[in-house]
């Protein structure tokens, strides 16, 4: 039984009222009812498809050939696993593809995948031809969770993630909780962390439900999953609702943990440019790099907890709690390990820097989250200053 979560969209431009749903269905079988509902909702369209090549491998045969019992034609495209292909470069591939291909602007994209297809098959569909309209069919647990919902779209450039994008609505969202299956734990775990990132700013007892089924969790339990993935979207589909292209600061509270987490992220894919004696990368026992960008939110969670509590708004009991369920559920603690000069310099080209300083959340008590400004200075000091504890 297929469950649905319908995300309210307030077009601020516009002022007209649109909505979409998020599908989430965990029965077997979901291809064939995910094509039903594109035949039925882009009636006669053919689809640009991407993927990457792992999801092209486990799962896209049964969704191509569910497209195909339909008569839709596909012209897929499959991208280089992994956070590199959320480029620019890689946008253009896909999208000479599906001109090669003949798309025209009745075509449909679906981006099958996790965040990276999602977030580049997004953008591109928002560019090509002036904007097609797509489909998300997240694969990872961080995508139905998080980045499926709400229409943020983009690729990264060398100063840092997610600095072109767009804002750019998807027609639906499906959700087929059996992909999931074929996850790896440590994708896994980086998924769990965005659920508890949503417990942490609005809902203490979601973060509970985690904290005393972490081992589920952990292992992926289909029905605790489907639960995490239903309430996940339902607040992140409120708060998007509330705030969809981030103007007045509602949304800017899915950042948490992302200020510190796009730095540490960054810096575990660069190549080493500071003294490798302090580098996290040539440590023999670390075999988390480069960090998933669920694991860098986690540590980002930590160092946001900290600085919280220096600023004197946040929990102070948060980065302790965080630390514990973050061992729990498999996410990496090594905060302190992995703080630098070097990553404190990449705080300093995030694209949420404004005049007068980053906008920095902070939990002020779990399940509620508010926005501070801080400087890069000040949060230096507070991180780098604490370090040592
Ligand atoms: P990902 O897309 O790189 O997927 C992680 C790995 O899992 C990849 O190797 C992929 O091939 C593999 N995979 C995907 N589905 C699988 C399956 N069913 N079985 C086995 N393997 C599978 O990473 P992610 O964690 O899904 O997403 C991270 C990205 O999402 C980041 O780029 C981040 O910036 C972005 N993001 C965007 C938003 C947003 O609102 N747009 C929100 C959060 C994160
Ligand atoms: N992941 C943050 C947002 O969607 O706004």
Same mark, same amino acid.
């Given at each position: 039984?297929?469950?649905?979560?319908?995300?309210?969209?307030?077009?601020?431009?516009?002022?007209?009222?649109?909505?979409?749903?998020?599908?989430?269905?965990?029965?077997?079988?979901?291809?064939?009812?995910?094509?039903?509902?594109?035949?039925?909702?882009?009636?006669?369209?053919?689809?640009?498809?991407?993927?990457?090549?792992?999801?092209?491998?486990?799962?896209?045969?049964?969704?191509?050939?569910?497209?195909?019992?339909?008569?839709?034609?596909?012209?897929?495209?499959?991208?280089?696993?992994?956070?590199?292909?959320?480029?620019?470069?890689?946008?253009?591939?896909?999208?000479?593809?599906?001109?090669?291909?003949?798309?025209?602007?009745?075509?449909?994209?679906?981006?099958?995948?996790?965040?990276?297809?999602?977030?580049?098959?997004?953008?591109?569909?928002?560019?090509?031809?002036?904007?097609?309209?797509?489909?998300?069919?997240?694969?990872?647990?961080?995508?139905?969770?998080?980045?499926?919902?709400?229409?943020?779209?983009?690729?990264?450039?060398?100063?840092?993630?997610?600095?072109?994008?767009?804002?750019?609505?998807?027609?639906?969202?499906?959700?087929?909780?059996?992909?999931?299956?074929?996850?790896?734990?440590?994708?896994?775990?980086?998924?769990?962390?965005?659920?508890?990132?949503?417990?942490?700013?609005?809902?203490?007892?979601?973060?509970?439900?985690?904290?005393?089924?972490?081992?589920?969790?952990?292992?992926?339990?289909?029905?605790?999953?489907?639960?995490?993935?239903?309430?996940?979207?339902?607040?992140?589909?409120?708060?998007?609702?509330?705030?969809?292209?981030?103007?007045?600061?509602?949304?800017?509270?899915?950042?948490?943990?992302?200020?510190?987490?796009?730095?540490?992220?960054?810096?575990?894919?660069?190549?080493?440019?500071?003294?490798?004696?302090?580098?996290?990368?040539?440590?023999? &026992?670390?075999?988390?790099?480069?960090?998933?960008?669920?694991?860098?939110?986690?540590?980002?969670?930590?160092?946001?907890?900290?600085?919280?509590?220096?600023? &004197?708004?946040?929990?102070?009991?948060?980065?302790?709690?965080?630390?514990?369920?973050?061992?729990?559920?498999?996410?990496?603690?090594?905060?302190?390990?992995?703080?630098?000069?070097?990553?404190?310099?990449?705080?300093?080209?995030?694209?949420?820097?404004?005049?007068?300083?980053?906008?920095?959340?902070?939990?002020?008590?779990?399940?509620?989250?508010?926005?501070?400004?801080?400087?890069?200075?000040?949060?230096?000091?507070?991180?780098?200053?604490?370090?040592?504890?």
């Amino acid at each position: 039984m297929a469950l649905r979560v319908d995300v309210p969209l307030f077009a601020e431009a516009a002022g007209a009222d649109r909505t979409y749903p998020i599908i989430i269905d965990a029965e077997a079988q979901a291809e064939e009812r995910f094509a039903a509902e594109l035949a039925a909702r882009a009636p006669g369209a053919r689809v640009g498809l991407v993927t990457d090549t792992t999801v092209a491998r486990l799962h896209l045969p049964r969704f191509s050939a569910a497209l195909a019992a339909r008569q839709i034609a596909v012209t897929p495209v499959v991208v280089p696993d992994g956070e590199t292909s959320k480029s620019l470069a890689r946008a253009e591939e896909v999208a000479e593809a599906w001109a090669r291909g003949g798309l025209d602007r009745g075509a449909v994209a679906v981006a099958l995948g996790g965040g990276v297809v999602g977030d580049l098959g997004g953008f591109v569909a928002s560019i090509y031809l002036r904007g097609i309209p797509y489909v998300q069919v997240p694969t990872t647990l961080l995508a139905q969770v998080d980045s499926s919902v709400g229409g943020k779209t983009g690729v990264n450039l060398p100063s840092g993630k997610n600095l072109a994008g767009t804002f750019y609505q998807p027609l639906f969202v499906y959700a087929d909780i059996t992909t999931l299956q074929t996850l790896g734990a440590r994708d896994r775990a980086a998924g769990l962390a965005e659920v508890i990132k949503h417990g942490a700013i609005a809902d203490v007892s979601l973060l509970e439900l985690i904290e005393g089924r972490a081992a589920a969790a952990r292992a992926g339990d289909p029905a605790l999953i489907a639960e995490l993935v239903a309430r996940s979207c339902t607040i992140k589909a409120r708060v998007v609702a509330a705030d969809e292209r981030e103007t007045s600061g509602t949304r800017a509270l899915l950042n948490f943990g992302h200020t510190v987490g796009h730095a540490l992220e960054s810096a575990s894919h660069a190549e080493p440019t500071t003294d490798p004696r302090n580098d996290p990368r040539n440590d023999p &026992g670390n075999d988390q790099d480069p960090l998933r960008h669920g694991e860098a939110v986690a540590l980002g969670m930590l160092a946001a907890a900290r600085v919280g509590v220096a600023l &004197g708004a946040g929990d102070a009991t948060l980065e302790a709690r965080l630390e514990a369920l973050f061992a729990a559920v498999g996410l990496p603690t090594d905060l302190d390990r992995r703080l630098n000069a070097e990553v404190l310099a990449r705080v300093a080209v995030d694209k949420k820097r404004a005049h007068g300083g980053l906008g920095f959340v902070v939990v002020e008590r779990v399940g509620s989250a508010h926005l501070e400004r801080i400087q890069v200075a000040q949060l230096s000091d507070v991180l780098l200053g604490t370090k040592a504890r």
